[in-house]
């Protein structure tokens, strides 16, 4: 029943649904232009759970079409990768939810980098998937090649009278969009609204304002293409709400896959202003100027005068124009505005503009220009009341032509230096010679590496006054020194530089001369190279040594020869000796640092180095002399030299340090002279005796100490690597091999140093599994000044240790079986002596194993009726019943996996030869050989078909009919099982293996 409810339940598992989740995105591709603000929709439907989804983007860039580059996620803040994190974190890329299934990305200004196949992608919010969760869409980003342009102009029509304007539209896309052109009006003082005057739609279709419908319809407002690139607005009957700023807007139009077109562009071209006067109205405007031929520097003062019946009492606004370009306006209340390129020159006192009276307005511009030159005009325009936004009436001054004539300087300069090549830490001078000139001079120095070039870097400036300041980078005086600008003559300025850092300091040095006069400044520049060499070009240092092996307690020095591009007696030197020790993990170590004073400073490390070290050193070598070499000294060392700028105390960082190649010491320790006996030999031996193997010593120095390791090679396989039975180092201290670490074997294998020479492995209760080739491997150990040394081995010859067999061999059941048990079992292996033997005799045996190719001892029965383990792990599983003499049977108990193997048994007879001796064995016998197999215990089998979780989501995804049959078919089985379960037990081996089989395969 436990199957059955096993099964039922796999039915009403949770989450199984019929919805198919579904996720679209904005269908592509996509074409935007560079720098225009994009949107991609995306939305998600047939999900369940919350009603609000949640959404990541991510790109495929073409460069890497197969990685994925995450961009915004509406739920993990650390979703973007590094190259988008700035743009998410400014909202330059951000996810605007639509509603809780659909969101907007959004790219506010969108980049060349940002084109690539876009993903969107809905995290699973079900208990399984089913459906699609990510959709993709393409977007190019192409440049933006739309243009529109108009001149700008100030036009004044009366009345009635007609105005013509054109504006030129151009696009060069490459793919196919369309155009829409339209004109549009700024109206009032706020200029906030812009009235729309007629529109070329993208569909051809022409489109007038509202308020220009009337008039479109009677075909005083049209819109006509004139060329290829040209749009003409054309205006017939003028009104005063016509009046204002006029300008033209285009935009370019492209169809997206959806079939929905899209904006793509837009452009506005520059504004032309219309004034419509009204009739009947007398007004006169004039312009006169107290001079209109001018140099640079002088004062234009120009009058506007507005003129007309009682015009006291009217209300004037004065535009101010240069060659048609407004510069200045006062509105009727006197308020003057400035366009934003006369700004700075107002403010500064250069520019003034006021109403002298209701007639008079005056622009004054102080110290002129030569961009001052041109066609001057003032308008004045007439409203009912001072915050009227419509004029009445507008009218143009005659023009006045002002002239202004530059002012010519004779300044000549030259910029040249006395050190064009210098090394870092050297001194600049660079001198800048000024002629011609006859005021007062400010000049700038400026700098510009070869290497690295970008901006300008300000060294330091002069002004007019003698005023000297510093650039930045140069007012640290603890760096480059006391920097100096000064006017050495009537017509130099000279640069001085004291210390130079490095090449960056080289590169183009420049001097910037202006001279002051009346207001105007004219300008010379020069320039001129000089190369700062590095300290660390050529420098360079080799480790040099006459030897590379030396003898134990011989001295050796070696020289650190050291060269550059330039004399290293001038410059502070410094060396530093490292020692890396020959060891694995060893890593480079000071050994001690001479500084450019003489100091020296010993390293901790390596403090023995300092009573056998012997330093000396010449312009460009230093020597490392050590004495008295020991184990200790050998390894790696190295010279490292430091280098500093001339006339500066060499502390802090170096301007340049270097390293030598390495160079390897090895010391040779004393020779060894160990030999040993290489003799073969072989030791014969019965069953269950006690044996001894020799090593023997042939030659070694007294003062010697001696580490053996005894091996044993078994008889097969042959390539069977040796195993290490047990080590006594030079200390006596014993270490057992893996195979002989349990205590049995400690109590059988032991180690002994018989005298000075010869060493014994005396192996008790010698057993069949002892057989082999034995040998051992001495080494020899030296005490030298600080530690024990290994000067050397030797290996000795092979003893080959064989058991003498019984002539007369013991009649046991030859049988060969195979038995299955299952784990946690307890199953018994057969042994029988067949046939009867005599009183006086005593009979041993010997269990073994064999598994992987290697055959071991499990139990040992001896004549005396102990039993012995070898593997003390299996003790309280083993036993031997024996319920006859002749019966020798193994019985496993909780049989585990690992117990599988070959078995068999071998029995011997013993005799006692005379009391008080032991007996030599009479006879031997080997049993046949048993296969054991474990196989897993009933239980195992059928939970596993409950248990399997890819068992029960195979039948979940099964259709239904088949479903049905298999849970029919597996509960027949199940009460098939349980009804003869017992009679199953009672079976055989081979019986219940069949039918766990047979439930594996269902």
């Not at 890593?587 to 070290?613: C, D, M, N, T, Y």
Request: proline share 4%; hydrophobic share 35%.
């Amino acid at each position: 029943m436990g199957l059955v409810w096993c099964l039922v339940a796999a039915f009403l598992l949770p989450g199984l649904s019929t919805g198919q989740q579904l996720v679209t995105v904005q269908e592509g591709p996509l074409y935007r232009v560079r720098g225009s603000h994009i949107t991609l929709w995306c939305k998600v439907s047939g999900y369940q759970g919350s009603a609000e989804q949640n959404f990541h983007w991510s790109i495929y860039l073409p460069s890497a079409p197969e990685r994925e580059v995450q961009i915004v996620s509406t739920i993990d803040p650390s979703f973007p990768y590094a190259i988008y994190t700035q743009r998410v974190r400014s909202r330059g890329i951000y996810v605007e939810r639509v509603q809780g299934d659909a969101v907007l990305l959004h790219i506010t200004e969108l980049q060349d980098r940002d084109a690539g196949e876009y993903e969107c992608h809905t995290p699973n919010t079900q208990e399984r998937y089913f459906g699609s969760y990510s959709a993709k869409t393409n977007l190019s980003v192409i440049a933006d090649t739309l243009s529109a342009s108009m001149v700008p102009q100030v036009l004044t029509r009366a009345e009635g009278e007609a105005v013509n304007l054109t504006c030129e539209v151009s696009k060069s896309t490459a793919q196919h969009t369309h155009l829409s052109v339209g004109w549009y009006c700024l109206q009032g003082a706020g200029k906030s609204h812009a009235e729309e005057v007629i529109t070329l739609s993208k569909d051809f279709v022409l489109r007038p304002g509202p308020s220009y419908a009337q008039r479109f319809l009677v075909g005083d407002v049209r819109l006509n293409k004139v060329g290829n690139t040209t749009y003409m607005l054309s205006i017939e009957g003028l009104e005063p709400s016509d009046q204002g700023q006029l300008y033209c807007e285009a935009a370019e139009w492209i169809q997206d896959p959806d079939e929905t077109w899209k904006d793509i562009s837009r452009k506005q071209t520059e504004r032309t202003s219309l004034v419509v006067t009204s009739q009947g109205r007398d007004l006169s405007v004039d312009i006169t100027a107290a001079e209109s031929s001018l140099s640079e520097g002088d004062t234009l003062q120009l009058n506007c005068m507005v003129g007309g019946q009682r015009s006291s009492s009217r209300h004037f606004q004065v535009l101010w124009l240069l060659n048609g370009v407004e510069v200045a306006r006062l509105d009727p209340h006197g308020v003057l505005i400035w366009k934003e390129e006369y700004e700075e020159r107002a403010r500064l006192g250069k520019l003034q503009a006021f109403k002298h009276s209701n007639t008079v307005y005056i622009l004054t511009i102080y110290e002129v220009r030569l961009k001052d030159n041109g066609m001057y005009h003032c308008s004045a325009s007439e409203v009912k009341t001072p915050g009227d936004l419509h004029s009445i009436q507008t009218k143009l001054s005659p023009s006045i032509q002002v002239d202004v004539k530059p002012i010519e300087s004779r300044m000549h300069l030259s910029v040249f230096t006395s050190t064009p090549h210098v090394v870092a830490g050297d001194a600049l001078i660079l001198l800048c010679e000024v002629q011609g000139v006859t005021s007062a001079v400010s000049v700038q120095w400026w700098h510009l590496p070869l290497q690295h070039p970008g901006p300008r870097v300000p060294v330091a400036t002069m002004s007019q006054d003698g005023t000297l300041s510093l650039g930045s980078t140069y007012q640290d005086n603890r760096t480059r020194g006391n920097l100096q600008l000064e006017k050495s003559s009537s017509s130099t300025f000279t640069l001085v530089i004291p210390n130079t850092l490095d090449e960056s300091d080289g590169g183009r040095y420049g001097c910037k001369a202006t001279e002051w006069s009346r207001g105007q400044s004219w300008t010379k520049e020069g320039e001129t190279t000089v190369t700062v060499s590095s300290m660390g070009l050529g420098l360079r240092a080799m480790l040099i040594s006459r030897i590379a092996t030396v003898r134990y307690g011989q001295s050796f020095e070696l020289v650190c020869q050291v060269s550059a591009n330039y004399t290293l007696k001038e410059v502070p030197v410094s060396v530093r000796w490292l020692f890396q020790p020959s060891l694995p993990t060893s890593s480079f170590q000071e050994l001690v640092r001479v500084f450019p004073s003489g100091i020296v400073a010993w390293g901790s490390a390596q403090s023995r180095f300092q009573e056998k070290v012997q330093l000396t050193r010449t312009t460009t070598s230093f020597m490392l002399h050590i004495h008295n070499a020991e184990a200790a000294d050998e390894g790696t060392l190295q010279c490292e030299v430091e280098v500093w700028r001339r006339n500066t105390l060499p502390l802090g960082q170096a301007a340049a340090t270097t390293s030598s190649n390495a160079v390897g010491i090895k010391v040779v320790l004393p020779e060894s002279k160990l030999r040993v006996a290489m003799q073969e030999s072989s030791v014969e031996i019965a069953n269950g005796a006690d044996t001894a193997i020799e090593c023997r010593i042939l030659f070694a120095p007294n003062n010697s100490q001696f580490a053996v390791t005894w091996y044993l090679l078994p008889p097969a396989p042959a390539d069977e690597n040796p195993l290490q039975i047990v080590r006594a180092d030079y200390s006596s201290i014993l270490e057992y091999g893996a195979e002989f670490s349990s205590p049995a074997q400690k109590s059988r294998f032991l180690s002994q140093r018989v005298s000075s020479t010869v060493f014994w492995l005396q192996i008790l209760s010698t057993n069949a599994g002892d057989q082999g080739r034995y040998y051992c491997v001495v080494e020899e150990w030296l005490w030298l000044v600080d530690s024990w040394y290994k000067l050397g081995e030797g290996a000795s010859g092979r003893t080959t240790l064989e058991f003498k067999l019984p002539e007369r061999e013991l009649q046991l059941e030859k049988t060969n079986h195979n038995i299955s048990a299952r784990e946690g079992e307890e199953v018994t292996l057969p042994c029988l002596l067949q046939g009867a033997h005599l009183p006086a005799t005593r009979l041993s045996a010997t269990w073994f194993r064999e598994k992987s190719g290697h055959t071991r001892p499990l139990l040992t029965l001896h004549r005396d009726g102990t039993v012995k383990y070898p593997w003390e792990s299996l003790a309280r599983r083993l036993h031997l019943r024996r319920p006859t003499s002749g019966d020798f049977s193994l019985t496993l108990q909780r049989v585990e996996k690992e117990d599988a193997g070959m078995y068999h048994c071998q029995v011997q007879e013993w005799q006692q030869q005379s009391e008080g001796k032991d007996g030599a064995p009479q006879a031997s016998g080997c049993s046949g050989y048993i296969q054991l197999t474990t196989i897993l215990p009933e239980s195992t089998v059928t939970s596993r078909i409950c248990s399997s979780p890819s068992l029960l989501n195979f039948i979940l995804y099964l259709p239904l009919v088949l479903v049905l049959l298999l849970l029919l078919a597996v509960i027949f089985w199940c009460f098939k099982f349980h009804k003869s379960k017992k009679s199953y037990a009672r079976g055989t081996a081979r019986d219940q293996q069949n039918l766990a089989d047979l439930l594996w395969q269902m």
